[in-house]
């Protein structure tokens, strides 16, 4: 029994509920003081944060510390709070935010701009970061998976032009303006046959309304035949008004105004170890990506996993030639021939020894002398039937074109590349490899696109798009070291790399202990690594 109906709260003439010290808001193995200790260990400057590297005798409001606006947006994007305005409000009224910046209370525009103007330095933390990782042996540096997955931009699709739609918008416009001057002239032919207005009218009425309307559409008209004309002379393939980099990109059934974002995922922890933010198709990209991810994780090979989107010929011959082994679903090309029931480049085989490719008759066809280029730059050679004997075969009418007297076969210069990729992908645990893609790669952007509700850009431009997906890219390898190695851990290790460095400057040190003050002395006992 209790002599009231409902639990009750505190009086509101209570003198003070939150404790004295503003130290004593959070707790000594709260996550925000690992946010704390990672900032505080990065070399600000070096990165290329805006005003690190100010003197306490620049002249002027001093701005606010980098460090203080970073460790805002790390807090931020990993609670799921990103608009500049929704970050000024928590930093008035989250006691943890209080806390984390020491109760400075910085204005939207302030937080916005640090976001817009450090998209560089932001992709510089990003990599710090995954260098902390490979340090720390949270990556196994041995198989990647690379994958791309779209993001919409701050643009509508109706603010994206192809020629084909810039075209239709042309042609539309015409039989408006058509229709228009129609109206026009049956609207001047049914004044010319009334009585001329009286004192009092003005002469004009619906007629001025339709030529208004008139000159609209062809102001409109002239607009889309200069962005149909910019769109031919230049390189792009289309036109995108609101974010000029945003693009119209389509996966399986989805079509989005945006991005495509490019990740590679190491298959250890599932961290993202190099991403890309691109506005093309997934193709194209394999080698780029594969390549830096092989750099920051400093492995001499490199296993990489991807999808059919990235399959081409070229990527794979640089990959081989930078110790990156590939898999990815070998192309079939566009089955034409097999839709005609004519034998494709699969039913003849090559025979390195007698550089020669054995037909279904068991015929040879050898090379013609020189090389080509073929439409997409790639250099071939060609490898010819002979007309005799390719005029007698039974089979020729599942071989040769209806007007060819000898079948041709054109081979690229670096086919072997190609060859080893195939046998490659027939080997043994290649398809148990091609199993663990979708798992090792689908990780990240489950995480950050489901459970973060990051499915769009706040910012246009590559630059800051850039910028904001280094952070959300940054958060989800944050999110996942801390849930990996607990916060004990997550604090010692950040304490182990940077002491191991040994070139951390005094006062950074000095912030970092009175930062982890509470943690130290209830923790570090427990623990093997010390500060110094
Ligand atoms: S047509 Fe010529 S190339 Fe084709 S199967 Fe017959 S012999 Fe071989």
Request: aromatic share 8%; charged share 25%.
């Amino acid at each position: 029994m209790t002599n009231r109906p409902f639990k009750t709260g505190e009086s509101r003439d209570q003198a003070s509920l939150l404790p004295p010290r503003i130290e004593d808001y959070v707790g000594p193995d709260n996550p925000v003081r690992a946010i704390e200790s990672f900032v505080c260990a990065l070399g600000l400057a070096k990165l290329g944060f805006r005003h690190a590297e100010r003197s306490a005798e620049a002249m002027g409001q001093p701005p606010y510390d980098p460090a203080d606006l970073l460790k805002l947006y790390l807090y931020g994007y990993i609670n799921q709070v990103r608009s500049s305005r929704r970050l000024e409000r928590e930093a008035c009224r989250n006691l943890e935010l209080i806390w984390l910046l020491r109760n400075l209370k910085p204005g939207y525009r302030t937080i916005a701009n640090f976001r817009k103007e450090n998209w560089k330095a932001l992709k510089a933390v990003n990599h710090s970061f995954v260098l902390l990782a490979r340090e720390l042996g949270l990556v196994g540096g041995t198989l990647v998976a690379i994958d791309g997955a779209l993001f919409h931009g701050d643009a509508s699709k109706a603010s994206i032009f192809t020629r084909r739609k810039l075209a239709e918008q042309i042609a539309n416009l015409d039989k408006e303006i058509e229709a228009y001057g129609k109206s026009l002239e049956d609207n001047d032919a049914t004044e010319a046959g009334q009585p001329t207005d009286g004192p009092d009218g003005d002469g004009a009425g619906h007629g001025s309304d339709l030529e208004a309307r008139v000159n609209e559409l062809m102001a409109k008209r002239s607009r889309a035949q200069a962005d149909l004309e910019g769109l031919d002379t230049s390189e792009k393939r289309q036109l995108s008004l609101t974010d000029p980099d945003a693009r119209l990109l389509s996966k399986g059934d989805q079509t989005i105004a945006g991005y495509n974002v490019q990740s590679v995922v190491d298959d250890k922890h599932k961290l993202i170890v190099a991403s890309e933010v691109v506005n093309s198709s997934d193709a194209g990209h394999l080698h780029a990506m594969a390549k830096a991810a092989k750099e920051v994780l400093q492995a001499k090979s490199l296993q990489v996993l991807a999808d059919a989107g990235y399959y081409n010929s070229t990527d794979l011959k640089a990959c081989e030639d930078d110790g990156i082994e590939a898999y990815l679903p070998p192309s079939e090309g566009n089955g034409v021939l097999e839709k005609q029931g004519r034998f494709s480049l699969k039913n003849f085989s090559y025979d390195a020894t007698a550089d020669a490719y054995h037909c279904p008759a068991g015929e040879l066809l050898r090379p013609t002398k020189g090389r080509f280029t073929n439409t997409s730059g790639r250099v071939e050679i060609r490898y010819l039937g002979r007309k005799a004997i390719c005029g007698a075969c039974p089979l020729r009418a599942r071989c040769l074109a209806p007007k060819a007297a000898y079948r041709s076969i054109c081979r690229w210069e670096h086919e072997d590349v190609i060859e080893r990729h195939r046998a490659r992908m027939q080997s043994a645990g290649a398809d148990e490899l091609m199993r663990r893609r979708s798992a090792i790669v689908e990780h990240p952007f489950g995480t950050i696109k489901c459970r973060a509700g990051y499915r769009h850009f706040l910012l246009r431009g590559f630059n800051k798009v850039r910028g904001e997906w280094s952070l959300m890219a940054l958060c989800y390898n944050f999110t996942r070291v801390l849930n990996i190695l607990g916060f004990e851990g997550f604090v010692a290790a950040v304490a182990k790399a940077i002491t191991s460095r040994k070139c951390l400057p005094a006062a950074v040190m000095d912030v970092l202990q009175r930062a982890l003050q509470p943690f130290w002395m209830q923790i570090v006992p427990r623990l093997s690594v010390r500060l110094p």
